[in-house]
């Protein structure tokens, strides 16, 4: 298994900009479907956004589509999730997760990091 590590996390006003980090232990990572996941106070797990191992496909929530982008640069183990136009209502910990070989399709995975707090102020 991978383990993951996130980073970025704070408090920002509304309309502000993040940039999320997941560091990746292993020397497979280019062989993992990553994505983030976010859980509110009260609130279930929600996915937010995918990059298959290739890299060549992505997925987002609708919630998210045109503010937030996902990327990867393998050789530094890391996917990113940068977030501009925050909202309230993005105000989460953020999770990454892996999944080898996987599509971005199903959000089934199978490893975890602890997360990462966004606390977005209005």
């Known amino acids: 298994q991978v383990q993951l590590v996130e980073s970025g996390g704070g408090l920002v006003q509304a309309g502000g900009s993040l940039r999320l980090s997941c560091a990746a232990s292993?020397?497979?990572?280019?062989?993992?479907?990553m994505a983030w996941f976010r859980q509110a106070p009260g609130k279930e797990r929600e996915f937010v956004a995918a990059?298959?191992?290739?890299?060549?496909?992505?997925k987002y929530a609708d919630s998210v589509k045109d503010r937030f982008t996902v990327s990867r640069v393998n050789a530094k183990n890391t996917v990113y999730l940068e977030m501009n136009s925050l909202k309230p209502e993005d105000t989460a910990v953020y999770s990454c997760?892996?999944?080898?070989?996987?599509?971005?399709?199903?959000?089934?995975?199978?490893?975890w990091g602890q997360g990462t707090q966004v606390t977005v102020s209005s």
């Open positions: 292993g020397r497979t990572f280019s062989s993992y479907t």
């Open positions: 990059i298959r191992w290739t890299g060549d496909s992505t």
């Open positions: 997760a892996a999944k080898l070989f996987g599509l971005v399709t199903t959000n089934e995975y199978s490893s």
